[in-house]
């Protein structure tokens, strides 16, 4: 089945600094990548959608200067959490559908934790 | 506000019963379902989807619809250790892809040997 990437699975920072996390469908053209962020006990919180070669399109309360989205190629769509603070630390999952738009493929997240 | 309503258990069965998730949604113009099962730490992965009023199966598993009421349910038959998750509820809103899905807060489920 369809295989999507993401990388790293956990990261540890200090408060200030940016991080980058990056999603890749492997087998597949991703058209369209999702990214979520949930919090303990909490459920997926869709943050932005990003189609590749356009601007991403954020959902409400998320600040897109602060979670900076590029999806420069079909299968590469990565999430920059700039200046990260401690209220920032969660699981943030990408996913991801092909052409069709019948399946979403989860990545297997990441857990940023910030000091 | 569209939500999506599940009680977060925690849902205990012992092993070989029928455990049976429940969940609401607000959204009456939502079109597609689906039950995730999120082990901890780790992304949901697909287990059913049902878009029609009634019952689908596959395997172990059947979803249950009923747009009227609102309600979309999951039967896990003959209960594994293996089960023991969260299971996460989602819908589509209206118009929406399915990647724009509405997702509940989950219900832990414990499988007791």
């Known amino acids: 089945g369809a295989v999507v990437s993401q990388h790293p699975s956990r990261v540890i920072c200090k408060s200030g600094t940016s991080v980058k996390i990056e999603c890749r469908s492997l087998?597949?053209?991703?058209?369209?990548m999702f990214w979520y962020r949930q919090f303990p006990k909490q459920s997926l919180m869709l943050m932005a959608t990003?189609?590749?070669?356009?601007?991403?399109?954020?959902e409400q309360g998320v600040e897109k200067d602060k979670f900076l989205i590029n999806h420069a190629s079909l299968t590469l769509s990565t999430l920059t959490v700039t200046s990260a603070h401690p209220e920032d630390s969660s699981f943030y999952i990408c996913?991801?559908?092909?052409?069709?738009?019948?399946?979403?493929?989860f990545g297997s997240g990441t857990q940023l934790s910030v000091l | 506000q569209k939500e999506v309503e599940q009680n977060s258990g925690p849902l205990s069965v012992p092993e070989g019963a029928i455990a049976s998730l429940n969940c609401t949604y607000s959204d009456r113009g939502s079109q597609s379902f689906f039950w995730y099962r999120q082990y901890s730490g780790k992304s949901p992965e697909l287990i059913m989807f049902i878009y029609s009023n009634g019952d689908k199966e596959d395997g172990r598993f059947t979803a249950q619809l009923n747009k009227a009421s609102q309600y979309v349910s999951l039967l896990i038959r003959d209960s594994q250790p293996s089960d023991s998750a969260t299971y996460l509820c989602?819908?589509?809103?209206?118009?929406?892809?399915?990647?724009?899905?509405?997702f509940g807060k989950g219900t832990k489920l414990s499988v007791k040997p």
């Open positions: 087998d597949f053209q991703a058209t369209t």
């Open positions: 990003s189609n590749e070669g356009s601007k991403a399109t954020y």
């Open positions: 989602a819908v589509t809103a209206y118009g929406g892809s399915q990647g724009n899905l509405i």
């Open positions: 996913s991801a559908t092909d052409a069709t738009n019948e399946k979403l493929f």
